[in-house]
Structure formats: structure tokens, C-alpha cells
């Protein structure tokens, strides 16, 4: 297996910049995922370290040798691509094994590795059909199967599962990652689903516009993200936001807006003193809004009541909307809530948990 290593990498098209001072490192056996909305250039970074488009500038290592000029054939890399790019005339085994036929292996060699790899993944059966008779799940195993095969140094992963429904790609993500595990292998996986980032990857990259947002852990990037953007892109639902100002009040230190005042906890004070007189945007997710109802303390200052827009019951919690000012805000409550439409309940804010971001852009976060 190898590492993959970006620096400084762009990409123009004309005077687009697609991709803009991409810098990343990927660790051997690491499983890092690039993700982010349609268009911010997760798909070109992958399809530039594939050798599938030319860099405009930097530099692309895999395993300590600098791959810019190397023809994609030449990389050591597999690709699985969205739309799984079968051969509809060859049976499964043919499509597995085409590209080891190309490179003039020995026949049993190649007999060898597609059955090994077509008994990871339980397609043997399938390996006489063609792909009009496999169903989406199958396709994406002998997509899947066809890298495996090569045996790369390094496996990407261009949206494998956005064709599949909602269930088959829950079943899928956990027989990639098993996959992962058992081969010991480098992936880098890009998807637009910020679920399928959390559960997956060991590092994800958060990328908008063509730019590198924020790369950590999974619960690090949630917990502590660094802009706003970061802050609503992860997580479902997403957080909510509004426009505070942080001022003194008799001694105490408060989070103002036009719906609120709340003193800022006291464990956040020292954090949070020094911009006193700011005005900022104050970001809390909708599991840190609670109906009172379940809980059996809280602090009373933090309570408000709001009027419920409407409720989305799906099943082990309930979704409330409701307004706070201008803004729309979501709380995510015990699903045994009495909350109705057009009726007020008392919402407990755990403002210990809220994120304040600067104003300006790139709004980043001043915690």
C-alpha cells in the first residue's frame, strides 16, 4: 500500500478554479473521504490523483514518487466510478478480470484473483451473468471486485453508492469498511453525503468552492467545527444559526439577539469575554434544544417558549420547527413529545453547547 501526499495543487479550467491550493496528506491504510456540495471539486482532486485530468500547479505523490506525468495505468491506483462503467456485453468474470487481461496476465493468475476477490464480496454465483441481469447492489460489488483485482496501492472511490436506495447504501457503507479492514488498504472516498463521510472515514476533508474548509476526525470536525460552513454541512439535522451580540449586563456576560438574552455559561466566560461588544453568529445543533418536559434538571434562564410551526415525528425522535426572530430554528426532542402546531411549549437551550462564528466571512469560529 502507499501514501498519497497533495501540495499546492490547482485547477483551472480557463478562468474557472476548480481546485484552489489543495494541500493534504493521506496515510498508508487510511481511509479519508472528500466531501462536500455539488461543484466544490472533490471529484476533480480524486480524478487528478487518478491522472484522469492534468494539475495546473503542485504536486501529486503516491508512495514517495511524484505521479504528475505518470499515466493513470502507470499510478498503481483502481478506481470505482459512480455510474460502476461495466461492460454490458461480458459476463462478471470477463468485467473483473478485463483490465488484468490487458496488462497480458497469466491465466490462471488472473482465474486466481477474480475468484478470490468475487468470494469477498459473495458474488461467485454471479460471475456467468451479465450486468443487465445483476441488481444495483451487485453491480457496485463487481465494480468493486474489478479494483480489487489490480491489487493497487491505493483505491478511490467516486460516489459508488449515490445510485443506490437508501437502504442498500446503509448495507453497502458497512461492507466497504469491512472491506477496508480486511485488505488493510489506502482509500480516498468522495461523496456529497455528509453520512456517509461520519460513519466512514477515518479523516474527512471538507471542501466548498474548490477549498479545503476543514480535515480532522469524524467527532473532532463535528464538535469543534472552524466556520460556519463547516458547522452546517455536518450534521442532520443541520445547526441552527442567528445573529447575537455578546455584551456585558451587570457583571454577567450575555448572548443577545432579538428573540433572547442568555448569560453565557460560566465554564465559557474566560473563552468568551475578550469579544465582549461583538456582534457574531451564534450556531446550536437541534439535539441541544430539549422539550423540558424530559428533563429532570435544567436551569430555568435558559428556558423559552416558542410557538411550534410544525413537527416531523420520525419514529426514535421528533423534528419542531419554530421561529426565533427571523430565523428558523429546529429542535430535535424525545419522540414521546405532546408538541402541536400552532401551540406553545417550553424549550431548555443547553447554551453550553453553542459555537460562535465571526460575522464576516469566513465566519470562523472564535471558540
Given at each position: 500500500?502507499a501514501?498519497v501526499?497533495?501540495k499546492?495543487?490547482?485547477?483551472?479550467f480557463?478562468?474557472?478554479?476548480a481546485?484552489k491550493?489543495?494541500?493534504?496528506?493521506?496515510?498508508?491504510?487510511?481511509?479519508?473521504?472528500?466531501?462536500g456540495?455539488?461543484?466544490?471539486?472533490?471529484?476533480?482532486?480524486?480524478?487528478?490523483?487518478?491522472?484522469?485530468?492534468?494539475?495546473?500547479?503542485?504536486?501529486?505523490?503516491?508512495?514517495?514518487?511524484?505521479?504528475?506525468?505518470?499515466?493513470?495505468?502507470?499510478?498503481?491506483?483502481?478506481?470505482?466510478f459512480q455510474?460502476?462503467?461495466?461492460?454490458?456485453h461480458m459476463?462478471?468474470?470477463?468485467?473483473m478480470a478485463?483490465?488484468?487481461?490487458?496488462?497480458?496476465?497469466?491465466?490462471?493468475?488472473?482465474?486466481?484473483?477474480?475468484?478470490?476477490a468475487a468470494?469477498?464480496?459473495?458474488i461467485?454465483?454471479?460471475?456467468?451473468?451479465?450486468?443487465?441481469e445483476?441488481?444495483?447492489?451487485q453491480?457496485?460489488?463487481?465494480?468493486?471486485g474489478?479494483?480489487i483485482?489490480?491489487k493497487?496501492?491505493?483505491?478511490?472511490f467516486?460516489?459508488p453508492?449515490?445510485n443506490?436506495?437508501a437502504?442498500l447504501?446503509?448495507?453497502?457503507?458497512?461492507?466497504?469498511l469491512?472491506?477496508?479492514?480486511?485488505?488493510q488498504t489506502?482509500?480516498?472516498?468522495?461523496?456529497?453525503?455528509?453520512?456517509?463521510?461520519m460513519?466512514?472515514?477515518?479523516k474527512?476533508v471538507?471542501?466548498n468552492?474548490?477549498?479545503?474548509?476543514?480535515?480532522?476526525?469524524?467527532?473532532?470536525?463535528?464538535?469543534?467545527?472552524?466556520?460556519?460552513?463547516?458547522?452546517?454541512?455536518?450534521?442532520?439535522?443541520?445547526?441552527?444559526?442567528m445573529?447575537?451580540?455578546?455584551?456585558?449586563?451587570d457583571?454577567?456576560?450575555?448572548i443577545?439577539?432579538?428573540?433572547f438574552?442568555?448569560?453565557?455559561?460560566?465554564?465559557l466566560?474566560?473563552?468568551?469575554?475578550?469579544?465582549s461588544?461583538?456582534?457574531?453568529?451564534m450556531?446550536?445543533?437541534?439535539?441541544?434544544i430539549y422539550?423540558i418536559?424530559?428533563?429532570k434538571e435544567?436551569s430555568?434562564?435558559?428556558?423559552?417558549?416558542?410557538?411550534?410551526e410544525?413537527?416531523?415525528?420520525?419514529g426514535?425522535?421528533?423534528y419542531?420547527?419554530?421561529?426565533?426572530g427571523?430565523?428558523?430554528?429546529?429542535?430535535q426532542?424525545d419522540?414521546?413529545t405532546?408538541?402541536?402546531?400552532?401551540?406553545?411549549i417550553?424549550?431548555?437551550?443547553?447554551?453550553?453547547?453553542?459555537?460562535?462564528?465571526e460575522?464576516d466571512?469566513p465566519?470562523k469560529?472564535?471558540?
Amino acid at each position: 500500500m502507499a501514501s498519497v501526499k497533495l501540495k499546492n495543487v490547482w485547477k483551472r479550467f480557463g478562468k474557472l478554479e476548480a481546485v484552489k491550493n489543495f494541500t493534504l496528506d493521506v496515510e498508508d491504510k487510511e481511509f479519508v473521504v472528500l466531501v462536500g456540495p455539488s461543484g466544490c471539486g472533490k471529484s476533480t482532486t480524486l480524478r487528478m490523483i487518478a491522472g484522469l485530468e492534468e494539475i495546473t500547479e503542485g504536486t501529486i505523490e503516491i508512495g514517495g514518487k511524484i505521479v504528475n506525468k505518470i499515466p493513470p495505468k502507470d499510478r498503481d491506483i483502481a478506481m470505482v466510478f459512480q455510474n460502476y462503467a461495466l461492460y454490458p456485453h461480458m459476463n462478471v468474470f470477463k468485467n473483473m478480470a478485463f483490465g488484468l487481461m490487458l496488462r497480458k496476465f497469466p491465466r490462471s493468475e488472473i482465474e486466481k484473483r477474480v475468484k478470490e476477490a468475487a468470494e469477498i464480496l459473495g458474488i461467485t454465483e454471479l460471475l456467468n451473468r451479465k450486468p443487465r441481469e445483476l441488481s444495483g447492489g451487485q453491480r457496485q460489488r463487481v465494480a468493486v471486485g474489478r479494483a480489487i483485482v489490480r491489487k493497487p496501492a491505493v483505491f478511490l472511490f467516486d460516489e459508488p453508492l449515490s445510485n443506490l436506495d437508501a437502504k442498500l447504501r446503509v448495507q453497502m457503507r458497512g461492507e466497504l469498511l469491512k472491506l477496508h479492514h480486511q485488505l488493510q488498504t489506502t482509500v480516498i472516498y468522495v461523496t456529497h453525503d455528509q453520512i456517509e463521510a461520519m460513519t466512514m472515514g477515518s479523516k474527512i476533508v471538507i471542501m466548498n468552492s474548490g477549498n479545503i474548509m476543514q480535515v480532522g476526525n469524524p467527532i473532532d470536525v463535528y464538535d469543534y467545527p472552524q466556520n460556519k460552513f463547516v458547522a452546517g454541512f455536518i450534521g442532520s439535522p443541520p445547526m441552527n444559526f442567528m445573529d447575537v451580540e455578546l455584551v456585558k449586563e451587570d457583571s454577567k456576560l450575555i448572548i443577545r439577539s432579538a428573540a433572547f438574552s442568555f448569560p453565557v455559561p460560566i465554564e465559557l466566560v474566560p473563552k468568551y469575554e475578550k469579544y465582549s461588544g461583538g456582534r457574531f453568529i451564534m450556531g446550536i445543533r437541534p439535539e441541544n434544544i430539549y422539550d423540558i418536559e424530559f428533563l429532570k434538571e435544567y436551569s430555568k434562564e435558559y428556558v423559552m417558549d416558542v410557538n411550534v410551526e410544525l413537527t416531523e415525528p420520525i419514529g426514535s425522535v421528533v423534528y419542531i420547527q419554530f421561529q426565533l426572530g427571523n430565523n428558523s430554528f429546529i429542535a430535535q426532542v424525545d419522540s414521546h413529545t405532546k408538541a402541536k402546531r400552532g401551540k406553545k411549549i417550553p424549550l431548555y437551550f443547553e447554551m453550553s453547547k453553542v459555537h460562535l462564528f465571526e460575522s464576516d466571512p469566513p465566519h470562523k469560529s472564535i471558540g
